[in-house]
């Protein structure tokens, strides 16, 4: 059984890791998380969740929050395209899901139960059922 997240907390407080300050000229995507790894992590909005995901930072933390939402509406949409936050959490690397036997299961139950999928979406699905 997990141990419950401490919603209250960011990313840098529960990682126990600063990250230096961007530099000035750093990308739009790098700005934004940095901003959202000091934000605290039951403040994230699904968008947010995509983008931290995507980029695989503080996967510990998102991944479960992530399943939540998920497990309510699989196709969450963040600013890209319905399904967005799924396609960011089954494209992680499947060692992620090595050490979290119990995600891994949920993911796949929420997976295997999904039809209607857009072809990509359908194909990342079935690429993460597969490992």
Same mark, same amino acid.
Do not use: C
């Given at each position: ?10 990313? #840098? #407080? ?5 990250? +230096? ?22 403040? =994230? ?13 503080? $996967? +510990?933390? =998102? $991944?479960?929050?992530?399943?939540? @939402? ?6 969450? %949409?963040?600013?890209?395209? #319905?399904?967005?936050? $799924?396609?960011? @959490? =089954? ?10 036997? %119990?995600?891994?299961? %949920?993911?796949? @139950?929420?997976?295997? %139960? ?6 990509? $979406? ?10």
């Amino acid at each position: 059984m997990r141990s419950p997240l401490n919603r209250d907390r960011s990313l #840098e #407080e529960l990682e126990r890791d600063r990250w +230096p300050a961007p530099a000035a000229d750093a990308t739009r995507l790098a700005a934004a998380a940095h901003a959202l790894r000091r934000r605290p992590i039951g403040e =994230l909005t699904v968008e947010d969740m995509r983008l931290l995901i995507g980029q695989d930072i503080g $996967l +510990p933390y =998102l $991944l479960p929050l992530a399943l939540e @939402v998920l497990r309510d509406n699989p196709m969450a %949409e963040g600013d890209m395209y #319905e399904g967005d936050l $799924l396609s960011a @959490v =089954l494209t992680r690397n499947p060692a992620v899901w090595t050490g979290s036997s %119990e995600l891994d299961r %949920e993911l796949r @139950v929420i997976v295997s %139960e999904l039809t209607d999928l857009p072809p990509d $979406l359908r194909q990342k699905a079935e690429r993460f059922l597969a490992s």
